[in-house]
């Protein structure tokens, strides 16, 4: 097990190319050496978002409002209520970040990602 470069974060498999909580590059150790075989190469956004709340950069999470308990416990009261309910809870999902649970997760090759990223205003 090794730190990530990046973030820091311990509890990545040696032979991991890819933290698993920034998505860093992880250059991969040369045999019998300690020292990495490479320098780091730069993120591949292509496949990530960013939040613009937090800054979390990875994949966003699938979200649903309301509570499934209070959803079985109104259908077992009454179907009507249940219903609209359900409705209710199928119309309110998003998809936002996991760190912070907002929905202002933007894809990272967006110039707007890009220049909050890099520093660049």
Not at 47 to 72: A, M, N
Not at 77 to 85: H, K
């Amino acid at each position: 097990m090794r730190d990530c470069p990046e973030c820091g974060k311990s509890g990545i498999k040696d032979s991991a190319t890819m933290c698993r909580y920034c998505h860093q590059t992880i250059p991969v150790a040369a045999e019998g050496s300690s020292l990495p075989a490479a320098t780091p190469q730069p993120k591949d956004f292509s496949k990530l978002w960013y939040c613009d709340h937090c800054g979390f950069i990875g994949q966003p999470r699938r979200y649903t409002k309301g509570s499934l308990v209070l959803e079985v416990f109104l259908y077992f009261l009454m179907i009507f209520p249940g219903i609209i309910y359900s409705l209710w809870r199928l119309t309110s999902k998003f998809t936002g970040c996991p760190k912070c649970a907002t929905q202002n997760m933007m894809p990272a090759t967006t110039p707007k990602a890009q220049a909050a990223i890099t520093g660049k205003a």
